[in-house]
């Protein structure tokens, strides 16, 4: 005889399903802010009701959707990150986020982080899961010799320069954000500056 699953069980599993499903009519994009629910719900084979069920809102359905797929970068970068250096992983990051097809999802992520910023309770998920590869670039500078204190101060400060120069890249694209990469990590400690773009 099979194990009865709960109904929170049976919610979890439909919701997952769901994002599941999101994922794949949007891939690597996000659903524009102006779409409406039912317009997304149209796409992806489902209904309104649905999605506000498992969402609550659009602004709901875009957190899942983006928090989802910022995982599925995250666990690349974190495989990378075990062969990696402290200012390698600085620029896998800004590679992974500056690639075109990435667009749709930088604006998508400012764009939710505007959200949390004035309802904070309704974006609890997302808001901690913020801190994940600041703590994978804090490991990386301990396993360089930072003490603990100062390698979670540099991760941190670094995140957050990163995010600044990718809003500078969505609002000003020409503002050669690049160049200012490879200013934090010489800023760091005066090592030599990895490529912060392919080629000779």
């Known amino acids: 005889m099979g194990v009865a699953l709960s ?17 794949d009519t949007f891939g690597e994009a996000l659903p524009p802010p102006g779409v409406s629910l039912r317009e997304i719900a149209a796409r992806t084979g489902t209904s309104h ?31 990378a990150a075990q062969q990696s250096t402290f200012d390698d992983l600085v620029v896998a990051i800004w590679r992974t986020y500056t690639r075109p097809e990435q667009l749709s999802r930088v604006r998508g992520f400012f764009h939710v982080v505007g959200l949390a910023a004035y309802d ?16 994978v670039l804090a490991s990386l500078a301990e396993r360089e010799g930072v003490d603990a204190e100062e390698a979670l101060t540099t991760a941190s400060v670094t995140i957050a320069a ?11 694209p020409a503002a050669h954000s690049e160049d200012a990469v490879a200013l934090i990590l010489r800023m760091r400690g005066g090592q030599p500056v990895p490529r912060t773009r392919p080629g000779p």
Not at 52 to 79: I, K, P, W
Request: glycine share 10%.
């Open 120 to 135: 904070p309770e309704s974006f609890r998920e997302f808001i901690d899961s913020l801190g994940d590869l600041t703590g």
């Open 7 to 23: 109904s929170t069980e049976r919610t979890g599993d439909a919701r997952e399903r769901l994002l599941a499903r999101l994922l």
């Open 162 to 172: 990163i995010r600044g120069l990718l809003l500078q890249e969505v609002l000003t």
């Open 49 to 79: 009701a649905l999605l506000r069920y498992h969402f609550g809102s659009l602004s709901g359905v875009l957190a899942a959707v983006l928090g989802a797929q910022r995982s599925r970068d995250n666990e690349a970068l974190v495989e």
